[in-house]
């Protein structure tokens, strides 16, 4: 009988410290989008976290997003009535928003068995110098560089590190979501008591969506390692969204590194391949390249064959595939033999020798110009252009600064009809070059397909690694419950 009145007091204990968890909610972002324009990329993300905090009775949101976007800071100003605050996302936002939830923690205001998410979606700069996570854009200037976000204020996310610990030593779930460019490099915030979701890996762009399709999955009773694999499985982009479970991180170990540069793909402006391709066009890296992609594709064939099912006929078995990953292995197979004939055209062209500098001195100026310069420039041409106006030239001043540029001209052009006598193959350099980005441009929309077939191997590995987990393991994510 005393047993039984000390499991009900226990159940009632427990009962009451449910009903009276609080969750917490710290919203940041939108921030490096072009001043001119009146919205933003982030709105649909915006306008999803808006219905969830909504429709979520009792939490306790902070709101600090963008600035300078008349209908983005419309939506935010309407959405988000019940915030405790509601500012833009400046660097003295952030921070003052840190020593608010430090001095919750510390004071006790939040307590063990509450819960609390930072959602962060802003653009996302590489990771650099000593930083263990990556910056993101601040609401202070426009980025011109997806890659550094040069132009924008930024922030860095090591900052959260404090955050994470002093939630973790009072028994408060926390939640990272990050759903910005690079945003891969938070990952290593996780622990135990932390989950980390983000859009896409440490060196690749993220796509909208992933964090458009997160944002409105998120409904109460729902827990994020679920919501991340159901997001996950409708994103069709070429990024690798990753969480920090235990399978997310044997996968992630698993696949990252091999997949990487089949989801790449070349752009005009914020081009991570060529760069890429580059950097890897040493016999030796090509060759590590080429181990890489077999592995990967035997990876492939492994969880085929663990997703293979066979069934006896009289005197015949079928054998069915419930993953098949066909498309998949054609995909890459395609890509990688465009890659390596690109990066053999690239070795013959040595396109490097383009960036080689030639000096020019006249009386009044020194000038540089490179061999690119040099083979795209009609010097001839400009020269005659020079010479016509300087007949009808009366300033001594303006017919000193036509002399010394028709002077320098000659002395380029000279150089030029040197370079292509000694090297004539530099003759169609440029048109060499612009075929290989063409070759390298075409990679993209196999890049995209690669990206929506990953889906179904990253499944099938999360699916196969979790039935090696031990069911106690820690999983934050799975215990961080809407």
Same mark, same amino acid.
Request: aromatic letters at 8%; hydrophobic letters at 35%.
């Given at each position: 009988m005393?047993?039984?009145?000390?499991l009900i007091?226990?159940?009632?204990m427990c009962l009451?410290?449910q009903?009276?968890a609080t969750?917490?909610?710290?919203f940041?972002?939108?921030?490096?989008e072009?001043?001119k324009q009146?919205?933003?990329? $982030?709105?649909p993300?915006?306008?999803n976290m808006?219905?969830?905090v909504?429709?979520?009775p %009792?939490l306790?949101?902070?709101?600090a997003?963008?600035?300078?976007?008349?209908?983005?800071e419309?939506i935010?100003?309407n959405? $988000? %009535?019940?915030a405790?605050s509601?500012?833009?996302?400046? *660097? #003295?936002d952030?921070k003052?928003?840190?020593?608010?939830?430090?001095?919750k923690?510390?004071n006790?205001?939040?307590?063990?068995?509450?819960q $609390?998410?930072?959602?962060?979606d802003?653009?996302?700069a590489?990771?650099?110098?000593n930083?263990?996570?990556?910056a993101i854009a601040? #609401?202070?200037g426009s980025?011109t560089n997806?890659?550094?976000l040069? %132009?924008?204020?930024?922030?860095n996310?090591?900052?959260?590190?404090?955050?994470?610990?002093?939630?973790k030593?009072?028994g408060v779930?926390?939640a990272?979501?990050d759903?910005s460019?690079?945003s891969g490099?938070?990952q290593s915030l996780a622990d *135990? !008591?932390t989950c980390?979701?983000?859009?896409?890996g440490?060196?690749?762009?993220?796509?909208?969506? $992933?964090? *458009?399709?997160?944002?409105?999955s998120?409904?109460k009773g729902?827990?994020l390692e679920?919501?991340?694999?159901?997001t996950? %499985?409708?994103?069709?982009?070429?990024?690798?969204p990753?969480i920090?479970t235990?399978?997310?991180q044997e996968?992630?170990d698993?696949?990252y590194?091999k997949?990487?540069?089949f989801?790449?793909h070349f752009?005009?402006?914020h081009?991570?391949?060529?760069?890429?391709?580059k !950097?890897?066009?040493s016999d *030796?890296?090509?060759?590590l390249?080429?181990?890489s992609?077999?592995s990967l594709v035997?990876?492939?064939?492994?969880i085929e064959e663990?997703?293979?099912v066979s069934?006896?006929f009289?005197w015949?078995t079928?054998? /069915?595939m419930?993953v098949n990953?066909t498309?998949?292995?054609?995909?890459?197979a395609?890509?990688?033999?465009s890659?390596?004939?690109?990066?053999?055209?690239m070795?013959?062209?040595?396109?490097d020798r383009? !960036?080689?500098?030639?000096i020019f001195?006249?009386?009044s100026?020194?000038?540089q110009?490179?061999?690119?310069d040099?083979l795209t420039?009609?010097?001839k041409t400009?020269?005659?252009?020079?010479?016509?106006?300087?007949?009808s030239?009366?300033?001594?001043?303006d017919?000193?600064q036509?002399k010394?540029?028709? #002077?320098?001209?000659?002395?380029?052009?000279?150089?030029?009809e040197e370079?292509i006598?000694?090297?004539?193959?530099l003759?169609?350099?440029?048109e060499?070059e612009s075929?290989?980005? /063409?070759?390298?441009?075409s990679?993209?929309f196999?890049a995209?397909?690669i990206g929506k077939?990953e889906?179904?191997l990253?499944?099938a590995?999360y699916k196969?690694?979790q039935?090696?987990q031990l069911?106690?393991?820690?999983?934050?994510?799975r !215990?961080?419950?809407?």
């Open positions: 005393k047993t039984s009145k000390n007091i226990f159940v009632i009451g410290l009903a009276h969750d917490y909610l710290m940041i972002g939108a921030g490096g072009p001043a009146s919205t933003t990329l $982030f709105d993300m915006i306008k808006a219905t969830y909504n429709q979520s %009792g306790k949101v902070n709101v997003l963008n600035g300078g976007h008349a209908k983005t419309e935010i100003k959405s $988000f %009535g019940a405790e509601k500012t833009n996302f400046q *660097e #003295s952030y003052r928003l840190i020593e608010n939830y430090k001095k923690l510390e006790n205001e939040m307590v063990s068995g509450d $609390f998410m930072i959602y962060i802003s653009h996302g590489e990771k650099y110098g930083l263990k996570t990556h601040t #609401s202070e980025l997806l890659n550094t040069a %132009g924008a204020s930024v922030v996310l090591d900052q959260l590190e404090e955050l994470k610990k002093l939630a030593a009072k779930k926390m990272i979501i759903g460019c690079h490099n938070t *135990e !008591n980390v979701i983000s859009s896409t440490p060196n690749h762009y993220a796509y909208s969506p $992933f964090s *458009e399709n997160f944002s409105a998120m409904v729902k827990n679920e919501i991340f694999l159901e996950r %499985g409708k994103d069709t982009t070429a990024a690798l990753m920090s235990q399978s997310g996968v992630t698993l696949l590194k997949i990487t540069p989801l790449y752009d005009n402006d081009d991570k391949l060529t760069p890429y391709l !950097n890897h066009e *030796e890296s090509q060759c390249a080429e181990e992609y077999s035997e990876t492939i064939k492994k663990l997703n293979t069934k006896k009289l015949w079928r054998k /069915k419930t990953l498309n998949l292995k054609a995909l890459l395609s890509y990688e033999n890659m390596v004939q690109v990066q053999r055209q070795k013959e062209l040595g396109p383009l !960036n080689q500098k030639e001195r006249t009386p100026q020194t000038v110009y490179s061999w690119r040099l420039t009609d010097y400009i020269v005659a252009g020079l010479q016509e106006r300087l007949k030239a009366t300033d001594s001043w017919i000193g036509m010394d540029l028709i #002077s320098t001209y000659d002395q380029a052009n000279l150089k030029k370079l006598k000694a090297q004539p193959d003759a169609n350099i440029i060499k075929a290989i980005k /063409k070759s390298i441009a990679n993209y196999t995209a397909a077939e889906r179904k990253y499944a590995l196969s690694s039935k090696d069911l106690d393991a820690p999983n934050p994510c !215990n961080f419950k809407l």
